[in-house]
């Protein structure tokens, strides 16, 4: 009756465990899949959000493995009762074309629960030496050890001070914008700051109608003196600057055809 | 459609398309700008990098050259502080059978306000023929300052990136001889858009970041500028 | 687009302008003429405030055949300046309304529009703020561009359904005979017949 008990128990926790692992694998699959089919429009926090769903599943599996109502998975024992070198066609389909032969040469690396024999001998024998070392001596070696560490820490620092300052040197030597000019750029275009017909020539030394710029027939568009004349009459009450700005506007037409 | 329906048909005035089209808010009459410079020493190293971040990787930058003249007219009726009306004529001098390009230019908005991240003006672009100086100026604008500008545009989306040489019209020179104003080349990025939708401003802005050091694109407020003599 | 002709058809004292259209339709139908939707031609005039010196006037037209289009011409006491642009050129205008202002109704021609094999044909009644004004008859000869090489078959055309009122040529188009002819030409004779119009309904500008 409790063997019976036992195995159902062991069967509903391992459908449960076999449910999480294949969430888990599904996460993973489907990463690869962007990684691979998608990396142009991957960003960071987008994979950030998968690596975090992955963690959350690992950790809700490991969960899971310790909890009491889950029996000791480490207390059973699996023994492979059919081990054959030829393809298997039923296991290649079950593990997604990942296992195609169930041998002698695959089972134990599949079913590995402690490490190579000779490495656990290897273990052994260091894990002893260890206890058996009188305490200057471990004293001497991690002082030892400490000073290695130390000494590749300064040559690490070194060369990133070097680097940093190398490159803080190198922005410094050569600066690629300056304020002053966006500033003067920004003022010619937005207001014609510099750019004005009166600006940098002395107002007047040329009669109005050589202002513009030469080189294009001028005065297409003059307006006859009379009607020029009424026009500044009009405009009396105006600032006197509009005076000189009637002048220029005077020759505007040059570009009409 | 039947050609019967089709003769029933009303048709609507061109005022009436307008006004449902300004109501329905799909006149991209908002432009979004962030200014900056780059010293001519840097701006092949610009050029570079824009190559590889906007959209028109394989042709390549596209280059202009054009001219640009800037009217005004007085509007002295309005009140006591008469404000002028702005605008821009802009024609292509390396493809002279274009379309002209009148322009309107608003106030810009939002630059002392920090939370905003570019400037904002409001903006008409209208294609027309190339009798517009005349037009203008006849209807009694006056063309306050002119130059040339030659450079390079890039897109990235919706933005538009242009590195531009600014000249001034020579005098008394055939138009081929014309002076830079500066040593450095002057960098825009700006969005075309309906008005409302800021959240371009924030690509922008993002954008922009990408850009640093090289160039510090930002919100230039010309009227506060401190003003060297020009 | 081709060359075309725009003609004002006398208005008889015993007819009112839809009935006048009617009997127009009637013609043309009878000619083999299918109708093929309605036209708009609409003008709206803006005029110069006094502080901007002597007075201009900018006439803001569209026209149904390019929709895209906004046609302005500018009047000024010297000159004439047409001026083809973009549909936005409307909100452009409105900026402009402190400084240009509109004190004129606007006036239209509107109408169905008929086709017939090469031709083109538009029975436009003309309205000022809804008030009926008169008809304008516009006829487009859709293969030729040069008015010099198409004009004397047009002439006839329209004799052949408006009868002997049909004599001269539009003004505008008797000095660019050889020229290849623009959208803004047919803008241009819609121009003169409203200024004409409005002249005739006591208004000024």
């Known amino acids: 009756m409790k063997m019976q008990r036992e195995e159902k128990q062991l069967e509903t926790a391992l459908d449960a465990i076999l449910l999480r692992v294949n969430d888990l694998k599904n996460s993973i699959g489907s990463m690869i899949f962007k990684l691979e089919n998608e990396s142009e429009n991957l960003n960071w926090p987008n994979l950030l959000d998968n690596f975090a769903l992955l963690s959350s599943q690992l950790v809700s599996l490991s969960k899971m493995l310790g909890h009491d109502k889950y029996p000791l998975l480490r207390t059973l024992a699996i023994i492979p009762l059919e081990l054959s070198p030829e393809r298997d066609e039923q296991l290649l389909r079950l593990t997604e074309g990942r296992v195609a032969i169930f041998s002698h040469d695959l089972a134990p690396d599949y079913l590995r629960t402690k490490p190579v024999p000779e490495v656990e001998q290897k273990m052994i024998q260091l894990e002893h030496k260890a206890s058996n070392l009188s305490f200057e001596t471990v004293q001497k070696q991690m002082t030892a050890y400490s000073k290695v560490v130390g000494h590749v820490w300064e040559i690490v620092s070194k060369a990133r001070e070097e680097w940093e300052t190398e490159g803080s040197g190198r922005s410094g030597s050569a600066i690629t914008s300056s304020l002053a000019d966006t500033n003067t750029l920004v003022a010619a275009v937005a207001m014609g700051k510099g750019l004005k017909v009166c600006d940098g020539m002395g107002q007047g030394q040329l009669p109005p109608n050589m202002m513009g710029p030469s080189g294009r027939p001028v005065g297409g568009g003059q307006l006859p003196s009379n009607q020029l004349q009424q026009q500044m009459g009009s405009m009396g009450k105006v600032p006197s600057g509009i005076k000189t700005n009637i002048k220029s506007a005077n020759q505007m037409h040059p570009y009409s055809r | 459609m039947d050609s019967k329906d089709w003769a029933q048909m009303p048709v609507c005035t061109a005022m009436d398309t307008l006004s449902s089209a300004l109501k329905s808010n799909i006149i991209p009459n908002q432009e979004y700008l962030l200014q900056g410079s780059v010293l001519d020493s840097a701006v092949e190293v610009l050029l570079h990098r824009l190559r590889g971040l906007c959209d028109n990787v394989d042709t390549g930058p596209e280059t202009f050259h054009d001219h640009e003249m800037c009217f005004s007219i007085l509007n002295v009726e309005s009140g006591t502080s008469p404000q002028p009306l702005l605008l821009r004529v802009r024609r292509a001098l390396d493809y002279q059978d274009m379309p002209w390009q009148l322009r309107y230019i608003g106030q810009p908005e939002g630059t002392g306000d920090k939370s905003r991240p570019t400037i904002v003006r409001s903006s008409i672009d209208i294609g027309t023929t190339s009798a517009v100086v005349d037009f203008l100026t006849e209807m009694g604008c006056r063309m306050d300052f002119e130059y040339i500008v030659r450079g390079y545009m890039f897109r990235k989306g919706r933005m538009k990136i242009t590195v531009s040489k600014i000249f001034k019209m020579g005098q008394g020179k055939p138009p081929e001889s014309v002076e830079p104003i500066s040593q450095s080349y002057l960098v825009e990025l700006s969005v075309l858009a309906p008005s409302g939708q800021d959240a371009i401003a924030e690509d922008m802005k993002s954008f922009a970041d990408q850009l640093r050091p090289l160039v510090i694109l930002d919100k230039v407020d010309y009227k506060r500028l401190p003003m060297p003599i020009g | ?205």
């Open chain 3, 1 to 205: 687009m081709g060359v075309t002709i725009l003609h004002q058809f006398p208005m008889l004292e015993n007819r009112t302008g839809p009935q006048t259209i009617e009997f127009l339709t009637k013609r043309i139908v009878a000619l083999g003429a299918v109708q093929m939707g309605q036209f708009l031609v609409d003008c709206d005039s803006y005029i110069s405030m006094p502080s901007l010196g002597p007075q201009r006037t900018v006439h803001v037209l569209h026209n149904s055949e390019q929709p895209a289009s906004v046609f302005s011409i500018l009047e000024t006491n010297t000159k004439t300046i047409p001026l083809v642009a973009d549909g936005l050129f409307d909100l452009l205008m409105l900026k402009m309304t402190p400084i240009y202002t509109k004190k004129v109704a606007k006036i239209e021609s509107k109408g169905p529009r008929f086709e017939l094999a090469d031709f083109c044909i538009k029975l436009g009644s003309v309205t000022i703020s809804q008030n009926f004004k008169g008809v304008l008859v516009e006829v487009e000869y859709r293969p030729c561009v040069v008015p010099s090489n198409c004009v004397g078959l047009m002439r006839e055309f329209l004799q052949g359904f408006l009868g002997s009122c049909v004599q001269s040529l539009p003004a505008c188009l008797q000095n660019k005979m050889d020229e290849v002819y623009q959208p803004m030409d047919t803008i241009q004779q819609y121009l003169d017949h409203f200024l004409n119009f409005r002249k005739m309904a006591g208004y000024s500008g």
